[in-house]
């Protein structure tokens, strides 16, 4: 019988063929319809290929945020942030991209304006869905130009511009002494490496640099880092070097330089190093080990950590980079690598609700009663609330942690009583200590940050601190002979915020008091900021600059200085970076699309972040 009605053929023989090619033409329809189906319709193909392994917030957002992940605009070319022509061909046919230059510049380069993470996206990240190929791809739509906008006032422009200057001076001691190595012994003109980096010469500079390059607009320093990256930096080391160290500078300094330009050269070896520091969480926690042999895999930590405790600031700052590493690879592993760090922090119990500084990584017990908001527990609370941030301000796990945190804080808030400065003191239980690190003096900044979205009671609470926090720090600048402050300072009989402890008055290029100069910058606009900043500058040029680079020094209050003939890595990447941008306009690396790790690194604001389950 025929499928359908046939007009009348010369024999019966006749019939039955055409009524063959009839049925044939028809089978090969449907399944081509069928193969469609599954092949181009998402929905379909979706349902299909769900994977029951993977839990669904985090699956969900693999899949929803690396479809339409890529980074925020960069800014106008006369703002800074300008890329190298060749680096962006690569995207170009893929992306299609409009393009900025500098008017009446001698020197434009096309840029490509990048997708934009702040579109919407559905809000059903707890629905199941799966990883599939196209999941790794970055969304084709695109974000409006970015605005044209008049450089900044002639006196901020000359002291950016004077900023620039000092990288690039300290950008060619490096290249030229020590390319390739770790860091640069500027007045010994040769290279320079510390325990955190293993044995081996990793280019930490050249990574920890990248994205200040490119920022700043420094197109040839950028190439010459980028090919270097490309070509030889690799992780082929038997040596056991800090997963903290690693994750911040070379996971986040990848992680910034591609979320700047899209080159995947900076995504794969971001994702290849991720790999490699998965071992460090083998542990009966999940609690990560301090270190990791990138060769083979072995954990460890450190001898010297409270009887091989694992520390708070390090398994509680990596959420930042491993979130992003698993929005851009597809891969979920490495957020619920952090997320069950979270989770056993979030779990364990907190004495007045303080967390201390050391952890055990095998039974979740904390090992001394030590708390610091400077050396050891510092960037943990900075990442509760950037994680926050980073999530689109929807992690609300993240964000309770952060203010449970800062109530449990309050009564280590003190005024001194002679000059009135407020300061965050130590506590190691039973007593309190009346000292302040220079590393503690990032919280300023944070609890700045905080303030946005704050409960009712801890607003005005969050803004008192970080102004009379960021104050005191500036204090400890300006009370010493060199205008630099001290590695600690106190509030005791010597005076408030000094360095009366004679081997803690070095200063090592550090950046956390002109990090929080910026964000009190960009958060008050209160002009003080910028001429601290500047302040700050000017000391580190007269005291820290020598022939070949900058070096810390041994002693702010002795001047003429002795020098440490170090330029570590992070002064590139974070003191030069954050004063670039405080002379610079707010939307150059604007705070609503991105988030600052704690080297620096600035990472995209994402979308579709899972809350934990």
């Not at 201390?356 to 904390?366: D, G, L, T």
Request: hydrophobic residues 40%; charged residues 20%; neutral net charge.
């Amino acid at each position: 019988m025929a499928i359908l009605p046939l007009h009348k053929g010369p024999s019966r023989n006749g019939r039955q063929l055409r009524e063959k090619i009839i049925l044939f033409v028809i089978l090969v329809t449907f399944a081509v319809i069928c193969f469609g189906a599954f092949f181009f319709v998402p929905d379909f193909r979706d349902k299909l290929s769900t994977n029951p392994s993977i839990p669904n917030p985090v699956q969900a957002f693999v899949n929803q945020h690396v479809q339409q992940l890529a980074a925020p605009s960069p800014v106008n070319q006369d703002k800074g942030l300008v890329a190298r022509e060749d680096d962006v061909k690569n995207v170009a046919e893929r992306e299609a991209p409009s393009v900025a230059a500098i008017p009446g510049s001698q020197n434009v380069i096309k840029q490509p304006v990048v997708p934009d993470p702040g579109q919407p996206v559905k809000d059903d990240m707890h629905a199941p869905a799966a990883v599939t190929a196209d999941v790794k791809k970055a969304a084709e739509t695109e974000a409006p130009p970015s605005p044209t906008l008049a450089p900044p006032d002639p006196k901020t422009a000359e002291r950016r511009d004077f900023i620039v200057k000092m990288a690039k001076h300290a950008w060619n001691g490096y290249e030229t002494f020590a390319w390739g190595q770790n860091e640069l012994k500027p007045i010994s003109r040769v290279g320079h490496s510390a325990s955190i980096f293993g044995a081996s010469a990793m280019g930490a500079t050249i990574v920890d640099s990248l994205d200040t390059l490119y920022i700043m607009g420094l197109k040839d320093e950028f190439k010459k880092a980028r090919d270097w990256v490309a070509t030889s930096l690799n992780f082929n080391t038997g040596a056991h070097v800090s997963v903290f160290e690693i994750t911040i500078r070379f996971v986040g300094g990848l992680l910034s330089a591609y979320a700047l330009t899209k080159d995947e050269v900076f995504k794969n070896k971001a994702i290849d190093l991720g790999k490699k520091l998965l071992p460090a969480f083998n542990t009966p926690s999940g609690l990560s080990y301090a270190q990791v042999n990138l060769g083979n895999g072995a954990g460890q930590n450190w001898n010297w950590a409270s009887g091989g405790c694992s520390i708070l600031a390090e398994v509680g700052t990596m959420h930042l980079e491993f979130a992003y590493l698993t929005a851009i690879s597809g891969d979920p592993v490495f957020f619920q690598k952090v997320q069950k760090m979270r989770d056993v922090l979030q779990q364990v119990d907190h004495p007045n609700g303080l967390y201390y500084n050391f952890i055990s990584p095998h039974s979740k017990a904390w090992c001394q009663r030590h708390v610091s908001m400077g050396a050891l527990g510092d960037s943990f609370y900075e990442y509760l609330i950037k994680s926050y941030i980073q999530s689109n301000k929807t992690d609300m796990r993240a964000r309770k942690m952060y203010d449970d945190a800062m109530k449990a804080l309050e009564p280590l808030v003190i005024t001194s009583t002679g000059d009135h400065l407020m300061f965050i003191a130590e506590k190691r239980e039973p007593s309190v200590q009346n000292k302040m690190d220079h590393l503690a003096c990032f919280c300023a900044g944070m609890m700045a940050l905080g303030a946005d979205d704050a409960p009712a009671d801890l607003k005005p609470k969050y803004l008192e601190w970080s102004k009379g926090i960021v104050n005191t720090c500036h204090e400890s600048y300006d009370r010493t002979a060199s205008k630099i402050g001290p590695e600690s300072f106190y509030f005791d009989g010597g005076g408030d915020a000094k360095g009366t402890v004679s081997r803690q008055r070095y200063y090592i290029l550090r950046p956390e008091v002109i990090e929080s100069y910026f964000y009190m910058w960009r958060l008050t606009k209160d002009p003080k900021y910028r001429e601290w900043g500047w302040e700050a500058a000017q000391a580190i040029e007269k005291h820290c600059r020598v022939e070949h680079g900058y070096t810390g020094i041994r002693d702010v209050d002795s001047v003429p200085v002795q020098h440490d003939d170090v330029q570590q890595s992070f002064f590139i990447a974070e003191t030069l970076k954050y004063l670039f941008l405080l002379f610079s306009d707010d939307d150059v690396v604007p705070l609503d699309k991105w988030v600052f790790n704690t080297e620096a690194h600035p990472l995209p604001v994402l979308k579709g972040m899972p809350a934990p389950s």
